[in-house]
């Protein structure tokens, strides 16, 4: 609890020195060594299946990350057209290369940035618009309440990659940061319905009329002392979200649709050799297991957050 | 944080005249309050009595406004406090009165802490509230109100979160909660139902020895006689959402005038001497009626050992008993009538 960077006060006059470190990031309140966090990774630690997912994406996040100093060669470089076009696997490049004499391996390794990039960037914005969303319709009920749920009952409604695929089409070229808002902004429904219902669950508390009785803002009430409370499912509903962006992201980029030339996203890759599947199989086959891989590795994480969260299951 | 100018005593600090709080339900429209007057004066105990249901919680809400629609008070309501009407004040003016000018207390500790933060932070916070200050003076004045309030080691205790906090401890931070702003005025609500008895006589010593140090008023909620006795000044007994009876403590003790407040002094039990007669609790027949359905005249006449035909017709008004006595009890008018109760009326058996 203590920062280890501090010594302790001369004289051994614990109490009477300034606060401790960590106090000031608990007025925050939102210190990850405060409340149920500790208990929770405790929990998480011995769930096998989540950190084995846990390492899984933490690897493959850290060589996207670091694919300029991995990668063999730039993602774009055309090596040569002639003598290396389409080769399957093999020593000097191990997932091959594509039609354009590209190294498979090197493009799956930048892929691998642009895809979770998205992916995470797309969650957040989904959580952040969804727990808007959500609080304000849970915390307001009502009339008010009841037109905001109807309204993302309708957006539930429509199926995900047919929305994606009208607006992608409608939309031209979409850059990357196009994308994120596109994925971002069509998956933020199943978080607002359920921060709706959390903070449903816990605006009827004593300490919430407590706090009102003391005289904080409806505002305050809202964002100081509700959110926190609900902080632990909206971070596993985020972490399950990322999967799933994922796999949107992938399949809009397949379909053409989705990340464009010249950035290589796994779903891409993919695309680069849809054509001719059985022959260039390596085209398909290591993005795919990229992807897969990926989107294990980050629902199991998500389900064993959601299982130390919630001890009862 | 100066000090409220003092206020000459005939001119109260609260006063609540003709207060209504209503809750619509399934069954009807239920009066919790119904025509609730009373003052409470600069450093005084008012204290509150009376049975679940009486309406003396919702009194408390209704001061604050804290009453959840579909619940509302009334129109013609009023609750007079510094010149402001709490009733129908804008909701700005009735934040800037919470948690600084009137302090608030829940009889639950358990649950009027928010279980994510450190109490530090949570007495912090009422500071920040209602004053611009840094971080570290607001945690200053939480860690000082935690001391005042005799919780030791208060700087450590400060970065504890509720749950490793005992139930009284827990009161105690409520209380600093309450009290870091130095109110002119404290609700407490059941401030100490919860918790042992042991315990109970520690926070109501303290709150007494609060009260005078920062010169406040109390209007002290609770079902507890024996509570009543031991901190209040004055008391209102509070039956079917309507005062019943008003006078300082000791002559409530001495001599009650509303027979339901007798029956409540009847209620108490007392230790049996050796030889003494084993001796029944002496109870109140019947229990409180549902505020959808207050009976007419007054309230108390079905479970009353006196009522006539008066009683079941008319209501009766708060009778003067001395100038600082009143009873809401046909009584008053009649006193013969305490001699010889009606053979009719309802009967412990």
Not at chain 1, 186 to 198: A, H, I, K, N, P
Not at chain 2, 185 to 199: G, N, Q
Request: proline fraction near 8%; hydrophobic fraction near 50%; aromatic fraction near 6%.
């Amino acid at each position: 609890m203590t920062a280890p960077a501090m010594a302790p006060p001369p004289g051994g006059s614990v109490g009477t020195g300034p606060m401790r470190p960590s106090g000031d990031i608990a007025m925050l309140g939102w210190s990850l060594d405060a409340g149920p966090w500790p208990a929770i990774w405790r929990r998480f630690r011995r769930n096998r299946g989540a950190m084995a997912g846990l390492v899984v994406i933490v690897a493959i996040a850290a060589v996207s990350l670091g694919a300029p100093l991995i990668a063999p060669y730039p993602p774009n470089a055309i090596l040569d057209m002639v003598a290396l076009k389409s080769q399957a696997p093999s020593l000097a490049h191990p997932f091959g290369t594509d039609p354009a004499s590209r190294d498979v391996l090197s493009r799956v390794l930048f892929g691998g940035r642009v895809s979770l990039a998205i992916a995470v960037l797309a969650m957040l914005t989904a959580t952040t618009v969804g727990t808007m969303y959500g609080a304000i319709s849970g915390y307001t009920g009502g009339t008010l309440d009841s037109v905001l749920m109807r309204i993302t009952d309708a957006c539930l409604s429509i199926p995900r990659i047919l929305l994606l695929l009208t607006i992608c089409a409608l939309w031209g070229r979409a850059s990357l940061g196009s994308l994120v808002l596109i994925l971002g902004l069509t998956s933020w429904f199943g978080v607002s319905r359920l921060v709706r219902g959390e903070i449903m669950g816990i605006r009827t508390r004593e300490w919430v009329m407590a706090a009102r009785a003391l005289g904080a803002t409806d505002a305050r009430i809202l964002f100081r002392h509700l959110l926190p409370n609900i902080a632990s499912p909206i971070i596993v509903a985020t972490a399950l979200g990322i999967g799933n962006v994922v796999l949107l992201e992938a399949g809009l980029s397949f379909l053409g649709v989705g990340v464009q030339p010249p950035f290589a996203s796994w779903g891409n890759i993919m695309q680069d050799g849809a054509d001719q599947v059985r022959a260039l199989w390596w085209l398909s086959v290591f993005p795919g297991l990229a992807i897969v891989s990926a989107v294990i590795a980050i629902n199991a994480v998500g389900d064993g957050l959601r299982e130390a969260a919630d001890p009862r299951q | 944080m100066t000090a409220p100018q003092p206020v000459p005593a005939p001119n109260p600090l609260l006063s609540i005249r003709d207060l209504r709080t209503v809750f619509p339900t399934g069954a009807g429209v239920a009066r919790a309050v119904d025509g609730l007057t009373l003052g409470v004066e600069p450093g005084e105990t008012l204290g509150i009595v009376g049975e679940s249901g009486s309406g003396k919680s919702v009194t408390a809400l209704s001061i604050l406004r804290l009453i959840r629609p579909p619940g509302r008070i009334e129109a013609g309501s009023s609750i007079t406090f510094g010149g402001t009407d709490l009733a129908t004040c804008d909701a700005e003016s009735l934040r800037a009165i919470r948690g600084r000018r009137i302090g608030m207390v829940f009889q639950e500790p358990m649950t009027a802490l928010n279980p994510v933060f450190t109490v530090g932070s949570q007495i912090a916070e009422v500071v920040r509230v209602h004053e611009r200050t840094t971080r570290q003076a607001a945690w200053g004045r939480a860690v000082a109100m935690l001391e005042a309030v005799r919780i030791p080691a208060s700087a450590e205790r400060a970065h504890q979160y509720p749950h490793e906090l005992s139930g009284g401890t827990r009161q105690r931070v409520m209380l600093a909660m309450a009290l870091v702003m130095h109110p002119a005025l404290l609700i407490a609500d059941e401030p100490t139902t919860a918790l042992d008895v042991t315990v109970q006589a520690q926070i109501l010593a303290l709150l007494a020895e609060l009260q005078q140090s920062l010169g406040m008023a109390v209007l002290l909620i609770t079902h507890d006689l024996a509570i009543i006795a031991a901190v209040a000044s004055r008391v209102v007994v509070m039956y079917g959402g309507q005062a019943v009876e008003e006078a300082p403590v000791t002559e409530l003790f001495a001599a009650a005038h509303h027979p339901y407040t007798e029956g409540l002094l009847r209620a108490v039990p007392r230790p049996r001497l050796p030889n003494s007669p084993a001796a029944r609790l002496a109870e109140i027949p019947g229990s409180v009626p549902p505020a959808t359905a207050w009976p007419a005249g007054c309230r108390f006449h079905d479970r009353c050992a006196f009522a006539w035909d008066r009683c079941r017709h008319e209501m009766p008004p708060l009778y003067a008993i001395s100038a600082t006595h009143a009873s809401r009890c046909h009584l008053a008018a009649e006193p013969a009538r305490r001699t010889a109760p009606a053979p009719t009326a309802g009967t412990p058996s």
